[in-house]
């Protein structure tokens, strides 16, 4: 039995924006891993956003092709739409992330070259992404967007901003000789640990089935992540940065900023980063507390 024209053209726009995106990223990771380059903890951050965009992107091909989307037991297009908007600023983090790391002091040549293009084909897996929520989202169905609307894209930016921290402190020499620092990691998993619940209790269906009003739970957990990151902020402030609690106030003091041919971003430089990402998920999430404060105090 034939589908129709309309279903038909949107099967093969999405087969050809999958196989698009199977392409990019495994290009991506297969030519860093000929560098050499990923072998270090940010890094290995970059190798395993393209891993796992491809392990993810066949799966859900495989699924299609053979129509199993009936087993998922979330909406399909639900999932599409958001594992794709998470793709997108996952593979766009490592687009920067990557050659920011690594162009730079890799020596002109083949590997030079593998490093260029590893890169360029990142930046066409965040747009393949992209062009497939703008896709999904156009086409006429009960489709909402969560993902585009402020409470779903604040959803999103906490999110992302987590993973990219978390690619950061992936150098574990960064905080596991301080208890307090361990407590920023800790507060930073609970919050990426809560927001990923949240999002699978609106994809599931399950939001109205809590014991309180949805917006309330949004609204609690934004008031419990505002205070994990407040103290995180304050904690890697002080242990990282404040010589009475053994910080290095000056990136000068980092041995590791002195060898720039092997480290273009040094210890203290990931330090640095952290403590500003750290700031801005904060501001995301009172953002967030904002909106849910007024649409459950506020609204008629």
């Keep these: 039995m034939s589908l129709p024209s309309g279903l038909a053209s949107a099967t093969i726009k999405g087969y050809f924006l999958r196989l698009l995106q199977l392409l990019s990223t495994c290009l991506a990771f297969s030519l860093v891993a000929t560098t050499g380059t990923w072998r270090e903890t940010i890094g290995n951050w970059s190798m395993f956003i393209w891993c796992f965009c491809f392990v993810v992107t066949l799966l859900t091909f495989i699924v299609e092709l053979c129509g199993l989307q009936f087993l998922w037991p979330f909406s399909w297009d639900d999932f599409l739409i958001n594992y794709a908007s998470y793709s997108t600023l996952l593979c766009l983090s490592a687009s920067i992330i990557y050659p920011t790391m690594y162009i730079q002091i890799v020596p002109r040549g083949s590997s030079w070259n593998h490093a260029i293009a590893a890169t360029a084909f990142s930046c066409l897996a965040s747009v393949t992404y992209a062009t497939e929520v ?167």
């Excluded at 489709?143 to 987590?162: D, H, Q, S, W």
């Excluded at 739970?217 to 304050?234: H, P």
Aim: charged share 10%; proline share 4%; glycine share 6%.
């Design 134 to 300: 703008a896709w999904i989202c156009a086409r006429p169905s009960h489709i909402t967007c969560y993902v585009l609307r402020m409470p779903g894209l604040l959803k999103g930016l906490e999110n992302f901003v987590a993973c990219v921290i978390f690619g950061f402190i992936s150098n574990t020499s960064l905080y596991l000789h301080q208890p307090a620092l361990v407590w920023c990691v800790a507060a930073y998993s609970i919050c990426l640990f809560l927001g990923a619940v949240a999002l699978l209790l609106y994809l599931g269906g399950y939001s109205n089935k809590l014991p309180i009003c949805f917006p309330i739970f949004l609204l609690g957990l934004a008031l419990l992540s505002i205070f994990l990151y407040a103290s995180a902020l304050v904690l890697w402030l002080l242990y990282q940065f404040d010589e009475n609690f053994g910080g290095q106030p000056q990136r000068s003091s980092d041995v590791s900023c002195h060898h720039q041919l092997t480290h273009l971003v040094c210890t203290w430089d990931q330090r640095l980063v952290v403590a500003i990402l750290t700031a801005v998920n904060l501001l995301i999430y009172m953002a967030d507390l904002v909106y849910w404060a007024r649409w459950v105090f506020v609204r008629d």
